[in-house]
Every structure is written in C-alpha cells, then in structure tokens.
C-alpha cells in the first residue's frame, strides 16, 4: 500500500495559522528583549533576578541567566493563554 499522511489544519485556515505564528515570533522577540536584560543595571524599570525559594539571589553565568530567564518568560506567556 501507499503511504499516507494526516496533516492537522486549524480552523479558520492559512491566514489565522500565519497570524499566530507572528504573534508567538513577537512574544519570543519581547522575551529575549527582557532577557537580556542585565539585574544590576538601569534596564528602564525592568529587572530580572533570578532567587531561590528563600528570596537570595543566584547568581549565574550571563549565558545561563539568559536562558533560564527565557524559559521563564515564555512559560508564563504560554500559562496564562
């Protein structure tokens, strides 16, 4: 036999996928924005500290901290819809 595949499509179509897809591109865009963002600097009002339960700050490598603090940020963006 031949093989086959199921492709799933959204409702509403092409136009409502590409429409999601650059509304995730720009929350992706805004919560590298903020990860990069350094804790003790002037960041405009924003700061990311990463702290553990206790309240104490963790200091981490620049690269590590970016990562983690992306994951974080994209997780609640992704929670909260």
Do not use: W
């Not at 509403?12 to 897809?21: D, I, K, L």
């Amino acid at each position: 036999g031949a093989a086959c595949m199921l492709v799933a499509r959204p409702a509403g179509g092409a136009a409502a996928q590409e429409a999601r897809m650059a509304k995730l591109r720009e929350i992706e865009r805004a919560a590298s924005l903020l990860a990069e963002r350094d804790s003790g600097g002037a960041g405009g009002g924003y700061e990311l500290e990463i702290s553990n339960q206790d309240g104490s700050k963790i200091e981490l490598p620049a690269a590590d901290r970016k990562a983690f603090s992306l994951g974080a940020l994209l997780h609640a963006k992704a929670t909260a819809h």
